[in-house]
């Protein structure tokens, strides 16, 4: 039996792919292996969004090659369309397959291990033919809707990388949801570049989300991430659905609308408090996160102050927060005003203290109350997984399994690493 193993890195769209062709090597008889172990095949889906995002699969592929160097090694992601002539290059790497040929990577390695030439350009490119998850990395099952996207914000390379919006028809997108249901999945999770901007035919996102939650079957739905600008009244008047998780990820990016201008982004700080204030109102303790980025060009201190104010006042339940980084072709490349990185630096360290003090204070709210968990792990009577807010959860109880819920009552957090939600269940 040969053995394969994985490395995502970046966004959750990577790791819906990367569960999906997991799920298609063990399927065809390839056993799973953690990466730092000797495998037969290793994958690395990698990220592009920042330097740090390169540095780090550069460090994995180097890994690799000294865990196996007779292995069959594959680049894809993001990194492989950006920095594909340079990874093409690189000795260690038999092959380097972009983005939309990601879904044919079992294939390109059974035609190496059959002798065959087949080079990664002649793989088929659908999108959205990636199968079953279901041998994955993640209890939570994803469901790819969208791909691409066409905002062309300043600072993003994701269009290059990705390409221009495209989104799956939308029976597929239900059959999917029916197939992961039907097979045991208690959570489904719609990814996608730009899902908010979904539209098939005379479909949009909204009646996408209206149609699972109308669904037969015993699960939950979550939204993995999603742009301020990309839904409207309707999809707000679901969030009370009870199949709908009260948490979404809402991208910010700068509290500061000089910034958000310059970032070529499609809402200001004011549409984007009315939204979060609208959610509220319908679940009180909903759970916003977002993403931060920190030292874009010309950001004041002001500006920066303004991002940390209003990281208070929302009560973020988590912010993803990263020093701004030059993407080559990008319009913020060719952008004055460029921040030392020692400023950046500083900044970075009052906005993580700023936010890890908003999480704790919003996630002290839970105790007393209760949280539907899906538990993922289970380690002697101790079982560990996310309530319905997008919490991590720690609870102990009797005969408990893996992909079940629990109705757990939270009684105290555990600050030892990330804050933690401490119960029993019922």
Avoid: W
């Amino acid at each position: 039996m040969k053995k394969v193993a994985f490395k995502t890195l970046g966004c959750r769209l990577n790791q819906y792919e990367t569960d999906a062709i997991a799920s298609q090597f063990q399927d065809n008889g390839f056993k799973l292996v953690p990466f730092d172990k000797e495998a037969d095949v290793y994958v690395i889906n990698s990220c592009t969004v920042t330097h740090q995002s390169d540095h780090k699969s550069r460090n994995f592929i180097n890994q690799a090659n000294r865990k196996n160097p007779d292995s069959v090694l594959v680049v894809t992601g993001c990194m492989a369309n950006n920095a594909k002539t340079e990874l093409e290059n690189r000795d260690e790497i038999n092959y380097v397959v972009e983005n939309d040929q990601k879904s044919s990577v079992y294939s390109l390695v059974e035609a190496h291990y059959n002798g065959e030439i087949f080079h990664p350009t002649k793989l088929n490119t659908d999108l959205f033919s990636y199968g079953s998850t279901d041998k994955g990395f993640h209890t939570r099952s994803m469901v790819k809707i969208q791909d691409g996207c066409d905002n062309f914000c300043t600072f993003c390379i994701i269009p290059s990388v990705r390409g221009r919006a495209v989104s799956r028809p939308i029976q597929d997108i239900l059959d999917n949801v029916k197939r992961v249901v039907a097979t045991g999945a208690k959570e489904v999770v719609l990814t996608g570049v730009n899902i908010g901007r979904y539209e098939y035919e005379n479909y949009k996102f909204d009646d996408v989300v209206e149609q699972i939650l109308e669904l037969d079957g015993d699960f939950r739905l979550r939204i993995s991430s999603i742009e301020p600008d990309g839904f409207g009244d309707k999809f707000l008047g679901l969030l009370n659905h009870p199949k709908m998780t009260p948490h979404l990820h809402l991208c910010l990016q700068s509290g500061s609308d000089s910034i958000l201008l310059q970032m070529r982004r499609m809402y200001n700080i004011k549409r984007f408090k009315e939204i979060a204030n609208k959610i509220r109102s319908v679940r009180p303790n909903f759970n916003i996160t977002t993403d931060i980025i920190i030292g874009f060009p010309g950001e004041s201190d002001q500006d920066f102050e303004d991002t940390c104010n209003i990281i208070q006042e929302l009560k973020f339940g988590h912010v993803h927060a990263f020093k701004y980084s030059i993407r080559k072709g990008t319009r913020a490349e060719r952008m004055n005003q460029h921040i030392d990185e020692r400023i950046k630096s500083n900044r970075s360290e009052i906005l993580r203290n700023i936010s890890e003090n908003v999480k704790a204070d919003y996630r002290k709210g839970f105790i007393g109350k209760y949280q539907t968990v899906l538990v993922e792990k289970i380690i002697g009577s101790e079982a560990q997984g996310y309530g319905e807010s997008y919490v991590p959860v720690k609870f102990s109880g009797v005969n408990l399994k893996k992909n079940q819920f629990y109705r757990v009552k939270i009684s105290s957090i555990d600050f030892n690493g990330e804050p933690t939600l401490i119960g029993v269940s019922d």
